[in-house]
């Protein structure tokens, strides 16, 4: 599972970062955002609660802290602001690269 959730996210990440032209088998920068999104929703959405505080915490201190050390990849999180759910997570993630900026 774990290796595939790495595979999967070095793939979205590369084509988000790459933008390459969109054909049968590789998404465009565009689509592999969109991919991602539905992903990291999919892994809040896990079975248990402590699975989804888990998954929860995964997402904020494995991914989006990380994404945060730099300033200019946070507007695509902007949303997650004034959310009730996602607020947080951009909050602390804000926080640790703010700490942390590259």
Do not use: Q
């Amino acid at each position: 599972m774990i290796d595939t959730c790495n595979l999967i996210k070095d793939y979205l990440l590369r084509c988000l970062a790459e933008n390459p032209e969109a054909g049968d088998y590789v998404h465009s920068g565009y689509e592999a955002a969109w991919e991602l999104a539905g992903w990291l929703k999919h892994l809040e959405n896990l079975d248990t609660d402590a699975e989804h505080r888990d998954g929860r915490e995964r997402i904020t201190d494995g991914f989006l802290e990380h994404v945060f050390e730099r300033p200019s990849l946070r507007r695509f999180f902007d949303g997650w602001r004034g959310d009730p759910e996602l607020g947080e997570a951009y909050s602390l993630a804000s926080e640790w690269g703010d700490a942390h900026l590259e």
